[in-house]
């Protein structure tokens, strides 16, 4: 395909060779670098293609072969656009009808709304607020700002829940998604939220439900953090004097799974208890060794003794095979068996070392108390409360901001507040 | 030379090598009874309507068929188009 688009720009040739040794002239073509094509054999002649390019090279082939070379026809640009300078009506007719295809297919020319959902809304209202954000017939493609006209859309109409527009070629397809009936809440669904932690509230963020805390209150686990229910003034908002706060919502409009983010300062204290001497092994630098020859479940001792003569020491074992193929192994191994002779002394340790360990166990116990966002407020400190007897007593204290809401299942629903019914005289 | 060939001819087929790579030989491909490719040409020394013979490093390639026509030719490969009834390699052991 690329070589007859190739030949088609350069222009070709069709050519009739007569006379000579027609075998001769190919040969020497190809000596020359010739490419020919579409050869065909006549009795007495020879018909070919070859480049425009290619035949002013042909001169010393038709001298060495003795042939006559004859052009029958011409084909490709070159050619094409010869003939066409002499025909510039023809020419401009070419160029124009390209210009209005390119024109044509630059323009939006068919606009389609589909609707998904409960198709209350009329696709001509959604095709003229597209209209008004540039998405309209005949509009440039490249001047339409799909994104926008689709923020438009949502803006507009606020049966929309969600809107995107397509284009194929010229037809934008604007999709649309109805937002659904309206559901009435599930009475039954009451979902408090409730403190799992102890600590201070930092913040609270509610997104549905009924705050019950606000920052600096101190709750304990179990305490309702949001209640599951929207409140409202059954007569409207009350009057009061300025300044003073306005009265509790009784009346509940709607209960729901309370949901929110409450972040809390929580504090942990630990006390640890780590020995304060330590075992130190210093080898001697003696060593024994034991070779073992193993045969299946027999063990014979090849060299060294059955337990080495050293009161303390450390091991290192090695083991040699034949090594195993698929589902065999060996049944002959060599272990070697080295004893290292040890000497033992305790030493105390340092009490920084020992408050270190003990930060070092709380951070590790925090990595599996603390959730994704919650962060460590202040450096973990250490402080040795007791010390005596072998054993040193730590108090190891650290400050979190972590998520202290938790859902409480089966809170059940939350009867209305009834107004007190007014006294008997 | 002829001593050097064979022992090349060996190490080819001992090490599995391809031998069209290899050996200076001609690779020719036959589509069907219309299309036959030869590489590794050196010539034509005959081209008629019915018979097509080509100068290879083996010798020489006689194609038979009827209405041959040379598709393409480039100093690396012919094309050869037509109905192809048979090939034969004449004057073996010209290399």
């Known amino acids: 395909m690329l070589r007859r688009l190739i030949a088609f720009l350069l222009g070709t040739l069709r050519i009739e060779v007569t006379r000579g040794s027609i075998e001769r002239f190919l040969n020497l073509c190809l000596q020359q670098g010739i490419r020919l094509w579409d050869i065909q054999r006549l009795p007495d002649k020879m018909r070919a293609t070859m480049t425009v390019g290619s035949f002013f090279a042909l001169r010393p082939v038709t001298r060495g072969s003795r042939c006559r070379v004859r052009i029958l026809g011409r084909s490709g640009f070159p050619f094409l656009a010869q003939r066409l300078k002499a025909r510039p009506v023809l020419l401009a007719g070419l160029v124009g009808c390209l210009a209005a295809l390119i024109w044509a297919a630059g323009h939006l020319w068919v606009i389609e709304v589909r609707i998904t959902g409960p198709k209350h809304l009329d696709p001509r209202a959604v095709a003229a607020v597209a209209a008004e954000a540039g998405l309209r017939r005949g509009a440039w493609r490249s001047t339409v700002d799909l994104a926008r006209v689709a923020n438009h859309i949502r803006a507009r109409i606020d049966e929309v829940s969600w809107a995107v527009i397509r284009v194929q070629g010229t037809r934008a397809v604007i999709e649309v998604v109805e937002k659904a009936a309206v559901v009435p809440p599930n009475q039954a669904t009451c979902v408090h939220l409730v403190a799992r932690k102890s600590g201070v509230v930092e913040q609270v963020i509610p997104f549905q439900g009924e705050p019950m805390i606000k920052k600096g209150d101190i709750v304990k686990p179990g305490d309702t953090l949001v209640e599951c229910a929207l409140r409202y003034w059954s007569g409207g908002r009350p009057g009061v004097v300025p300044g003073s706060p306005l009265p509790p919502r009784q009346d509940v409009a709607r209960t729901l799974v309370a949901q929110a983010s409450v972040k809390a300062l929580v504090a942990y204290q630990d006390y640890i208890e780590l020995p304060t001497r330590r075992e130190v092994k210093t080898p001697t630098g003696q060593t024994e060794s034991q070779w073992v020859l193993k045969w299946n479940d027999r063990s014979i001792l090849l060299r060294g003794k059955n337990s080495p003569t050293f009161a303390s020491y450390e091991t290192a074992s090695r083991t040699y095979s034949l090594g195993s193929w698929r589902n065999w192994k060996s049944p002959v191994e060599l272990m070697i068996v080295d004893y290292h002779e040890v000497s033992k002394r305790t030493e105390s340790v340092p009490l920084a070392e020992l408050e270190q360990m003990a930060r070092t166990a709380m951070q590790r116990r925090l990595t599996w108390l603390l959730g994704p966002g919650d962060t460590i407020v202040r450096p973990i400190l250490a402080e040795v409360t007791e010390h005596g007897n072998g054993f040193a007593g730590i108090r190891v204290t650290v400050e979190t901001l972590e998520e202290i809401s938790a859902p409480l299942e089966g809170s059940g629903p939350v009867a209305p507040v009834q107004p007190p019914e007014p006294e008997q005289p | ?95």
């Open chain 2, 1 to 95: 030379m002829q001593k050097k060939t064979g022992l090349r001819d060996r190490l080819v087929s001992l090490l599995e090598l391809p031998g069209d790579v290899v050996l200076d030989v001609t690779r020719v491909t036959l589509v069907g009874d219309r299309e036959m490719v030869v590489e590794n040409h050196k010539g034509v020394v005959e081209f008629t309507p019915n018979r097509v013979v080509l100068m290879v490093p083996e010798g020489r390639l006689a194609v038979e068929g009827q209405d041959l026509r040379i598709g393409s030719i480039s100093p690396e490969q012919v094309i050869l188009a037509g109905t192809i009834r048979g090939m034969r390699y004449t004057d073996g052991g010209a290399r």
